[in-house]
């Protein structure tokens, strides 16, 4: 049976991370460190966990050095997920054969990687792995940018946004193109799990990872993951931008189980207006300009427009 | 053991992809990931039909790519477990950015490439121009010349990569239709030969050992990575031929087939020779003796070992003939052939005066006809009577057109 971590409060569970330690060369303020640790705290079971390329690789395993205390395994950009199942397809018959060497563990098998990782490069080999089965979750630390290269668009950016291959300028606002929802493409395979999560709302993550962890089957995590470097803001408001995200609707926090049945786990008590969020952030800066504003306006309409269409889904059933 | 023994013939009737599936399932091959190609499909299919049967206990996990296909091999070999798959031409061209990382993080992984030539344009025959194209990834490479030799270097290629002083995949290749759909007499081990010849897989830093946490595929820049890479160049130089050869004398002992690292046919006294690889070996062999009835010493050496490089056995192979003929079966594209700088190289500081001149011929599946052999061999014989290669250092051989000559 799997092991559930029962924790009590943040202090507890600040200080219990004992599989990723705290020494690594992430930013200050980063997000991935803060996500990684509420999910492995999640299970006191074992863990085979792997990175796709990205900020969390280069930033954890530099050698001689490792910041993990759990198998962890890199090979690629776009191949991290299929990592995983290779080594989760070993696990299954190996356990068959009655060969492995701690016969009486129950491992969980984790991939993270980034939003280019897994919205882009690494679409196809996630989606493999989603389409065959395999017990394991794929968590995206979603910053919506090619962070570790330095800051350039992916399909996870948002509309509005200046990155460095669709800069805002003279004439331009910068991205052009509105993000991707990899939740609902991923949901679409008829997983037993999808869910977005935020790590400001830790006990809702950590009940959506225990519930993955708990389904047979693969699973899909969304993270957002505030990005001090590149979203620009100061390293101590990491925190503070979650919480916008969540409490704007910018970053709606649901499940959706078996493909269709879709519940949203976080209603925020006082709805904080979009604008908010943007003007916390130096890539929507440039929005704030008379020229612009019209897109703020249809920033926040989109927002309202797809929380009340996750409302429908939920009330439908569907 | 879960799973059934196959009862074999002496001599079975297999084309060579059966017969490297056949191998893979005595091996007892816990993870196989691929996806499908022509025509290295059926050694797959086979591994596939074996467990559906149950003469084979593990998986077979069909991915989406052949990329897709390595990476799953590489998690499933960190796991730690016995692993293979096959693959030729575009699937292994999509497939080399993982080999690199197969080989530096020392995974054992058993590869089969069934030679296929590398579109544009498309085409579905054999040529060596994939297996060129993996040559600098860091694997062991060595090549079956027929069905029978794709079964038992399987075999061999489990025992020398998995061993832990080496921990390098290895590829087995075999030519695409000449060897993997030609179907001829194959002789057999019995499932627990083969099985005890391959022996148990032996774990070394499993992922799944709970116990000892291991962290694959780091990031070293400059301070640490020439010294990964110059590692494994080292073990593949010094450690990787000494254990062929002691695979193949064991093989030996156990099969009565004998294998070489340069495999050489009437080489003792041969004047004249021709250097290539995969099924021209065989031709070249049959015309080597007719040109002897007709008083040319010729020869033959076939490369059993493409990587490692054997640089010693390749010069004292080659020792004292006077004219040799180095074929390369891939588009040079701009350069003399991998092979005939591979020989020259060889060649070059050892005690030979041998004149040498290089073939491109076969591409996408054109015949290698015994006349281009004897004419081949008659340009060799005259080169050696005049002391001097008396034609371009580069021919192509049986491209319609006027001649094309280099260098």
Redesign the interface.
């Known amino acids: 049976m799997s092991e559930m971590k029962q924790i009590k409060n943040l202090k507890e569970f600040s200080t219990s991370a004992d599989r990723f330690e705290g020494a690594s060369l992430l930013c200050p303020g980063c997000a991935h460190s803060i996500i990684v640790r509420e999910v492995l705290n999640a299970t006191n079971d ?1 863990l ?1 966990l ?1 990175a796709s390329t990205g900020c969390l ?2 930033c954890t ?4 050095y ?1 910041s ?9 950009f ?2 991290g997920s ?13 356990k ?2 009655g ?4 016969p009486d ?1 129950n ?1 969980k098998f984790v991939s993270f990687a980034g939003d280019g990782a897994s919205y882009d490069i690494g679409f ?2 996630i ?2 792995c989603m ?2 089965g395999h017990n394991m979750m794929h968590i995206v630390l979603d910053n919506e940018v090619y962070a570790n290269t330095g800051g350039q668009r992916s399909s996870s950016t948002p509309i509005g946004s200046s990155a460095t291959t669709s800069p805002q300028g003279r004439v331009s606002y910068g991205e052009k193109r509105n993000k991707k929802d990899m939740v609902a493409i991923m949901a679409a395979h008829g997983i037993p799990y999808a869910a977005q999560v935020s790590p400001n709302k830790w006990r809702d993550m950590v009940k959506k990872i225990q519930h993955g962890f708990a389904v047979e089957g693969p699973v899909f995590i969304n993270a957002v993951s505030p990005c001090t470097t590149e979203w620009k803001f100061d390293p101590k408001d990491t925190m503070h931008l979650a919480d916008l995200a969540t409490d704007t609707l910018v970053f709606p926090l649901y499940e959706i189980i078996d493909g269709h049945e879709l519940n949203i786990t976080y209603r925020p008590k006082n709805v904080i207006p979009v604008e908010e969020y943007l003007a916390a952030q130096g890539r929507f800066k440039h929005l704030f300009k008379d020229e612009y504003k019209y897109l703020i306006k249809e920033w926040q309409d989109r927002v309202d427009e797809k929380w009340a269409h996750l409302q429908r889904r939920e009330e439908a059933r569907i | 053991m879960a799973f059934d023994k196959m009862e074999l013939k002496d001599v079975e009737v297999w084309d060579g992809n059966y017969a490297a599936a056949q191998a893979l399932r005595q091996a007892q091959v816990d993870v196989v990931a691929a996806y499908p190609i022509t025509p290295s499909t059926p050694i797959v299919e086979g591994y596939a039909k074996f467990t559906a049967d149950g003469y084979v206990e593990g998986e077979f996990v069909m991915v989406e790519s052949e990329h897709a296909a390595m990476s799953a091999c590489i998690g499933a070999a960190a796991a730690g477990g016995r692993v293979a798959t096959a693959t030729s031409s575009q699937g292994y061209a999509l497939m080399v950015e993982t080999l690199y990382q197969a080989s530096g993080m020392r995974l054992p992984i058993v590869l089969n490439v069934v030679n296929r030539a590398l579109a544009a344009p498309l085409n579905v025959n054999g040529d060596h121009s994939d297996m060129y194209l993996g040559r600098d990834s860091g694997w062991i490479q060595l090549d079956a010349f027929s069905p029978q030799e794709a079964y038992d270097l399987n075999l061999i290629a489990f025992k020398v990569c998995e061993d832990h002083e080496i921990r390098l995949p290895c590829m087995v290749h075999q030519d695409g239709f000449m060897t993997s759909h030609t179907a001829q007499g194959v002789n057999t081990l019995s499932d627990d030969a083969a099985y005890g010849f391959v022996g148990e897989y032996k774990p070394m830093n499993d992922m799944l050992d709970f116990e000892h946490p291991v962290t694959h595929g780091v990031q070293t820049e400059e301070d640490w990575h020439f010294e990964h890479k110059a590692r494994q160049h080292n073990d593949l130089m010094t450690k990787v031929i000494p254990k062929i050869q002691a695979a193949f004398n064991d093989f030996e002992k156990l099969s009565g087939r004998k294998y070489n690292i340069v495999e050489r046919y009437d080489m003792d006294d041969a004047d004249v020779c021709v250097v290539c690889m995969g099924t021209s070996v065989e031709t070249a062999r049959e015309v080597a003796l007719e040109m002897r009835a007709k008083g040319i010493k010729a020869g033959v050496v076939g490369l059993r070992v493409i990587r490692p490089f054997p640089f010693f056995e390749i010069a004292e192979a080659l020792r004292g003939v006077k004219s040799i003929a180095v074929l390369d079966r891939s588009s040079p594209n701009g350069a003399a052939g991998m092979l005939f700088n591979e020989i020259a190289g060889a060649l070059y500081n050892a005690d030979t005066k041998a004149l040498l001149s290089g073939y491109i011929y076969g591409l996408g599946g054109r015949d290698l006809t015994k006349k281009h052999l004897v004419d081949l061999f008659n340009e060799l014989q005259a080169n050696a009577d005049a002391g001097k290669v008396t034609t371009k250092l580069q021919q192509f051989i049986g491209v319609r057109g006027p001649k094309l000559a280099y260098l």
Do not use: C
């Not at chain 1, 395993?61 to 001689?64: D, E, I, L, N, S």
């Not at chain 1, 993990?68 to 690629?76: E, L, M, P, T």
């Not at chain 1, 397809?89 to 190996?94: A, E």
């Open positions: 074992d085979i792997s690789e280069v395993a530099v050698y001689p490792t993990w205390d759990a198998s962890w395994i890199h090979i690629g776009e191949n299929t990592a995983v199942a290779g080594a989760e397809t070993m696990y299954k018959v190996l068959k054969k060969r492995l060497k701690q563990r491992p196809q080999w989606s493999g389409e065959r």
